[in-house]
T-cell receptor, first 111, second 115 residues
């Protein structure tokens, strides 16, 4: 069975600082990995996805993630965050006809 | 093109009642899934439909049911509501037959409050 662990429930950071949100996964089969963002009172918006090929994946809003098979990780990074990046971020791994989500990381960007 | 549309956005129901939530997927998408989001349990998979057939179901009691129509629109129903059913219910649609490569596009959700 697939599972996802997001190691940090909350990450505070100052505006224009870099950030990394950590995600580790467990899967017995080939994986597809996703990062979603959720703003207050909204659904989930896809930031980026890893299907195959290059391990560095670029997404929307300046985010990128690196797939590391040996460490079973898929950490999300942004070199310089904005106040508007304040939201909850979910890492997910594909399961059988479903996504398995982590518990989420709340990114708090302050001026 | 239009995104995934969920109606209603907000709903307040009384314990013991039943409720029906609706989801219209992106045009052309044939797979529709439902998730429950709560502060305590996070995002939990409810069920997935493709071409009117339920292909996968999460670990929820039988009070939770769903269906998909020939136009790919989907409904989920919760009977005999309990306080713990209060949650954000998210619908997502996908274009492909295999979830792996396509991911999901999510709607804005229906916020259900049971009092």
């Amino acid at each position: 069975a697939q599972s996802v662990t997001q190691l940090d429930s909350q990450v505070p950071v100052f505006e224009e600082a870099p950030v990394e949100l950590r995600c580790n996964y467990s899967s017995s089969v080939s994986v597809y990995l996703f990062w979603y963002v959720q703003y207050p009172n909204q659904g989930l918006q896809l930031l980026l996805k890893y299907l195959s090929g290059s391990t560095l994946v670029k997404g929307i809003n300046g985010f990128e993630a690196e797939f590391n098979k040996s460490q079973t990780s898929f950490h999300l990074r942004k070199p310089s965050v904005h106040i508007s990046d304040t939201a909850e971020y979910f890492c997910a791994v594909s399961g059988f006809q479903k996504l398995v989500f982590g518990t989420g990381t709340r990114l708090l960007v302050s001026p | 093109k239009a995104g995934v549309t969920q109606t209603p956005r907000y709903l307040i129901k009384t314990r013991g009642q039943q409720v029906t939530l609706s989801c219209s997927p992106i045009s052309g998408h044939r797979s529709v899934s439902w998730y429950q989001q709560t502060p305590g349990q996070g995002l939990q998979f409810l069920f997935e439909y493709f071409s009117e057939t339920q292909r996968n179901k999460g670990n929820f009691p039988g009070r939770f049911s769903g269906r998909q129509f020939s136009n790919s629109r989907s409904e989920m129903n919760v009977s005999t509501l309990e306080l713990g059913d209060s949650a954000l219910y998210l619908c997502a649609s996908s274009s492909g037959q295999g979830i792996g490569a396509y991911g999901y596009t999510f709607g804005s959700g229906t916020r259900l409050t049971v009092v």
